[in-house]
C-alpha cells in the first residue's frame, strides 16, 4: 500500500509506466509486428502502425482519460462518489439517441449521431439531477442505484423499439465497447471531446466549489446552477462521443476517480491530470489482458472492464462501510 501511494504521489512515475504500457500495447496483434522495423521505416510495419496500430492506441488512451474525467465531474457536482455516467443512466440515454438517430436519421453521419447522443444524455442526465433534489434522504448507495433504475427503464425501452424495427443488430454495436475495429478514419470523433477536457481543467475550481452545495457556492459568487450545466454538457459530451464511437464501456468513470480520491484528495483541480492519466493507463492495461487472454481472438473490453472494475466497485464499497 506505501509503494502504491508513493507511485500516486509521483506522476513521473506515473507517465514512465503509461509510457511503457503504450510500447507494449502497440507489439500486441495478430499480425506480426516490430517496433525496431517501424524505427527503421520497414513499409508494412508503418503502414500497420499508421492504419491500426496507433488509431487503437491513441482511441484507448482518449476515451480512458475522458470517461474517467466524466465521471469525476459527475461525482464533484453531485457530491456522491458513486455518481458515474454508467451509474446515472447517461451511457443508456446516449443508446437511446442512437436509437432515434437510427430510425429518423438512418443515413446522416456518424457526427448526426453523436449530436442526437449528446442532445438525449444532457436531457437524460438533467432528469436524473431533478430526481435527486427531489429526494430528502440521499444515501450515497441510494443515489447510484436511483440512476441505474432509470438506466435500466431507458435501455429496455430502446431494445424494444430496436426490435420493434428490426434495427437490433445496428444497436449492438452500441451495447458492447470493443476496440476492435478502430481504424485510421473510424475513431477521430473522439477528438470532440479534448476542448471540453481542457474546458473542464479550466474549470476545475468552480465544479469543487459547485460540489459543496449551492447555497455555499452563491455566498462565494459562484452561479452555481451555470456551472453544473456545464459540468453535465462536458459529460453529455464525453459520454456521447465515446458510445458513438467504440461503444458503451462501464465503471472506469465510477472507479478511477474514487481511487484518485483516496491518495489526492477531493479537490478537482489537483486531481484531474491524475484521474485522467490512470483512467488511460487501466484502460490500456484491461486492453490488452482482452487481447492476450484467448489470442488470436479478442474479448471486447467492456467484458474485462466490468468484470475488474465490478470487483473494485465493492471494495469501495466496503471500504466506506469500514471508514464510514
Given at each position: 500500500?506505501?509503494?502504491?501511494?508513493?507511485?500516486?504521489?509521483?506522476?513521473?512515475?506515473?507517465?514512465?509506466?503509461?509510457?511503457?504500457?503504450?510500447?507494449?500495447?502497440?507489439?500486441?496483434?495478430?499480425?506480426?509486428?516490430?517496433?525496431?522495423?517501424?524505427?527503421?521505416?520497414?513499409?508494412?510495419?508503418?503502414?500497420?502502425?499508421?492504419?491500426?496500430?496507433?488509431?487503437?492506441?491513441?482511441s484507448i488512451l482518449v476515451t480512458g482519460a475522458s470517461l474517467s474525467i466524466a465521471g469525476l465531474i459527475m461525482q464533484t457536482i453531485t457530491n456522491n462518489k458513486f455518481v458515474s455516467p454508467s451509474t446515472a443512466g447517461t451511457m443508456e440515454w446516449c443508446r437511446f439517441g442512437v436509437m432515434?438517430?437510427?430510425?429518423?436519421?438512418?443515413?446522416?453521419?456518424?457526427?448526426?449521431?453523436?449530436?442526437?447522443?449528446?442532445?438525449?444524455?444532457?436531457?437524460?442526465?438533467?432528469?436524473?439531477?431533478?430526481?435527486?433534489?427531489?429526494?430528502?434522504?440521499?444515501?450515497?448507495?441510494?443515489?447510484?442505484?436511483?440512476?441505474?433504475?432509470?438506466?435500466?427503464?431507458?435501455?429496455?425501452?430502446?431494445?424494444?423499439?430496436?426490435?420493434?424495427?428490426?434495427?437490433?443488430?445496428?444497436?449492438?454495436?452500441?451495447?458492447?465497447?470493443?476496440?476492435?475495429?478502430?481504424?485510421?478514419?473510424?475513431?477521430?470523433?473522439?477528438?470532440?471531446?479534448?476542448?471540453?477536457?481542457?474546458?473542464?481543467?479550466?474549470?476545475?475550481?468552480?465544479?469543487?466549489?459547485?460540489?459543496?452545495?449551492?447555497?455555499?457556492?452563491?455566498?462565494?459568487?459562484?452561479?452555481?446552477?451555470?456551472?453544473?450545466?456545464?459540468?453535465?454538457?462536458?459529460?453529455?459530451?464525453?459520454?456521447?462521443?465515446?458510445?458513438?464511437?467504440?461503444?458503451?464501456?462501464?465503471?472506469?468513470?465510477?472507479?478511477?476517480?474514487?481511487?484518485?480520491?483516496?491518495?489526492?484528495?477531493?479537490?478537482?483541480?489537483?486531481?484531474?491530470?491524475?484521474?485522467?492519466?490512470?483512467?488511460?493507463?487501466?484502460?490500456?492495461?484491461?486492453?490488452?489482458?482482452?487481447?492476450?487472454?484467448?489470442?488470436?481472438?479478442?474479448?471486447?473490453?467492456?467484458?474485462?472492464?466490468?468484470?475488474?472494475?465490478?470487483?473494485?466497485?465493492?471494495?469501495?464499497?466496503?471500504?466506506?462501510?469500514?471508514?464510514?
Amino acid at each position: 500500500m506505501d509503494i502504491l501511494n508513493k507511485i500516486m504521489k509521483k506522476r513521473g512515475i506515473c507517465l514512465i509506466i503509461l509510457f511503457v504500457l503504450s510500447i507494449l500495447s502497440l507489439n500486441i496483434g495478430v499480425k506480426e509486428f516490430h517496433l525496431l522495423d517501424l524505427l527503421m521505416g520497414k513499409s508494412s510495419d508503418v503502414e500497420l502502425a499508421i492504419l491500426s496500430r496507433i488509431p487503437r492506441l491513441l482511441s484507448i488512451l482518449v476515451t480512458g482519460a475522458s470517461l474517467s474525467i466524466a465521471g469525476l465531474i459527475m461525482q464533484t457536482i453531485t457530491n456522491n462518489k458513486f455518481v458515474s455516467p454508467s451509474t446515472a443512466g447517461t451511457m443508456e440515454w446516449c443508446r437511446f439517441g442512437v436509437m432515434l438517430a437510427i430510425l429518423l436519421f438512418g443515413s446522416q453521419s456518424s457526427f448526426f449521431k453523436m449530436l442526437i447522443a449528446f442532445i438525449t444524455a444532457f436531457l437524460g442526465t438533467i432528469l436524473f439531477m431533478k430526481v435527486l433534489s427531489k429526494i430528502k434522504y440521499k444515501d450515497a448507495v441510494l443515489v447510484p442505484l436511483i440512476g441505474m433504475m432509470m438506466g435500466s427503464v431507458v435501455s429496455s425501452i430502446t431494445t424494444f423499439f430496436a426490435y420493434r424495427f428490426d434495427i437490433i443488430q445496428n444497436m449492438s454495436s452500441w451495447l458492447q465497447g470493443d476496440f476492435s475495429l478502430v481504424i485510421k478514419g473510424s475513431y477521430e470523433l473522439l477528438y470532440l471531446g479534448i476542448p471540453f477536457l481542457i474546458l473542464a481543467c479550466i474549470y476545475s475550481h468552480h465544479f469543487t466549489i459547485a460540489g459543496m452545495g449551492e447555497s455555499f457556492s452563491k455566498n462565494l459568487g459562484l452561479n452555481h446552477q451555470k456551472i453544473v450545466m456545464l459540468g453535465l454538457i462536458i459529460v453529455g459530451l464525453i459520454t456521447s462521443t465515446t458510445v458513438v464511437t467504440v461503444g458503451s464501456i462501464s465503471f472506469i468513470g465510477l472507479i478511477i476517480p474514487n481511487i484518485i480520491s483516496i491518495y489526492k484528495g477531493d479537490n478537482l483541480k489537483h486531481t484531474l491530470f491524475d484521474t485522467a492519466m490512470v483512467g488511460a493507463g487501466f484502460l490500456l492495461i484491461c486492453d490488452m489482458i482482452g487481447r492476450v487472454l484467448i489470442a488470436p481472438y479478442e474479448i471486447p473490453i467492456s467484458v474485462i472492464v466490468s468484470v475488474i472494475g465490478s470487483f473494485l466497485y465493492l471494495l469501495l464499497i466496503l471500504r466506506r462501510k469500514v471508514h464510514a
